[in-house]
């Protein structure tokens, strides 16, 4: 099939090599503008762009541009963008969601799925809608949540989603299947905020704990930044929230046993060789919460 692809992350790439592997002749592809990162005034392409632009393949900004191009179909995956109307009268378009809608519309629905505590999510396959994931879809799979981390289940939903995408795109351009439209209550999974990866020891630990799993998750000791990177939750905890014993922090319900901490200026490490480290300083509690 002849396709645009609109994308922009890095996890976006493997579902563009993955197109092209198969055989598709990728026309277009459209990510978002350059940006300026880091210090000066130096801008770079996103990761979707740079690797179009390795394989020899045409990168614009603007998917309005698709209008001019005769294609079979356009596939979107975490563009960063709404595809106006026009667009999709010219060309359909299909686009790779990492949920299972109509659950967690929009921008980042594998942080929302760990954070409510889903005990299952997905992919799903859409036909792209001027309206923010509301189209019907073609195909969707199914995988459990458990204790994953939020690179370890992007990676396998990416893995899950591309390979649904190949199959359903295998007969051609006549080839797709009528779509179903979406059924059941929408939720809508908006940007996680800064505020929210600060862990508040007055709520339950295992509510921290998927905190944690999204990463960067952060506290203060000895009011000193300290990132958490991996932790058990526990279900008993022995003093009031925020105090700590050795590693283990006692929360609102249960506790949070300490595994992998990154103190501020310093490498990841345990908390046994952080103790160490502080020479006696160590701190009776974490963070500013220290009562009900």
């Given at each position: 099939?002849?396709?645009?692809f609109?994308?922009?992350?890095?996890?976006?790439v493997?579902?563009?090599d993955?197109?092209?592997?198969?055989?598709?002749?990728?026309?277009?592809?459209?990510?978002?503008?350059?940006?300026?990162?880091?210090?000066?005034?130096?801008?770079t392409?996103?990761?979707?762009?740079?690797?179009?632009?390795?394989?020899?393949?045409?990168?614009?900004?603007?998917?309005?541009?698709l209008?001019?191009?005769?294609?079979?179909?356009?596939?979107?995956?975490?563009?960063?963008?709404m595809?106006?109307?026009?667009?999709?009268?010219?060309?359909?378009?299909?686009?790779?969601?990492f949920?299972?809608?109509?659950?967690?519309?929009?921008?980042?629905?594998?942080?929302?799925?760990?954070?409510?505590?889903?005990?299952?999510?997905?992919?799903?396959?859409?036909?792209?809608?001027?309206?923010?994931?509301?189209?019907?879809?073609?195909?969707?799979?199914?995988?459990?949540?458990?204790?994953?981390?939020?690179?370890?289940l992007?990676?396998?939903?990416?893995?899950?989603g591309?390979?649904?995408?190949?199959?359903?795109?295998?007969?051609?351009?006549?080839?797709?299947?009528?779509?179903?439209?979406?059924?059941?209550?929408?939720?809508?999974?908006?940007?996680?905020?800064?505020?929210?990866?600060?862990?508040?020891?007055?709520?339950?630990?295992?509510?921290?704990?998927?905190?944690?799993?999204?990463?960067?998750?952060?506290?203060?000791?000895?009011?000193?930044?300290?990132?958490?990177?991996?932790?058990?939750?526990?279900?008993?905890?022995?003093?009031?929230?925020?105090?700590?014993?050795?590693d283990?922090?006692?929360?609102?319900?249960?506790?949070?046993?300490?595994?992998?901490?990154?103190?501020?200026?310093?490498?990841?490490?345990?908390?046994?060789?952080?103790?160490?480290?502080?020479?006696?300083?160590?701190?009776?509690?974490?963070?500013?919460?220290?009562?009900?």
């Open positions: 099939m002849r396709l645009a609109c994308g922009s992350p890095s996890f976006a493997p579902v563009l993955a197109l092209i592997d198969a055989g598709h002749d990728v026309a277009c592809v459209v990510s978002r503008p350059d940006r300026r990162r880091g210090r000066g005034a130096r801008t392409p996103t990761p979707v762009k740079a690797a179009a632009l390795a394989r020899g393949i045409a990168v614009t900004d603007r998917v309005d541009e209008e001019s191009l005769a294609l079979d179909l356009g596939v979107v995956v975490a563009f960063g963008a595809v106006p109307a026009s667009v999709l009268e010219h060309t359909t378009m299909c686009n790779l969601h949920s299972l809608l109509p659950r967690w519309r929009g921008a980042a629905p594998v942080e929302r799925a760990i954070l409510a505590g889903d005990e299952v999510t997905g992919v799903s396959v859409m036909r792209l809608e001027p309206t923010l994931d509301t189209g019907p879809v073609y195909a969707r799979a199914v995988t459990v949540v458990d204790d994953k981390d939020l690179e370890s992007r990676r396998e939903l990416v893995a899950l591309t390979g649904l995408l190949i199959e359903l795109l295998e007969p051609g351009p006549d080839g797709l299947p009528e779509p179903v439209v979406q059924v059941g209550e929408p939720t809508y999974a908006k940007k996680v905020t800064d505020d929210e990866l600060e862990l508040d020891f007055g709520r339950p630990a295992r509510e921290l704990a998927r905190v944690v799993r999204l990463g960067p998750a952060r506290t203060t000791a000895n009011g000193m930044r300290l990132i958490v990177r991996r932790c058990e939750a526990l279900d008993d905890a022995t003093g009031a929230p925020g105090e700590l014993f050795e283990v922090v006692s929360c609102g319900e249960g506790a949070l046993r300490l595994i992998e901490i990154v103190p501020e200026g310093r490498r990841a490490m345990t908390p046994a060789a952080w103790r160490r480290g502080l020479r006696g300083e160590v701190p009776a509690h974490l963070g500013t919460t220290l009562g009900p």
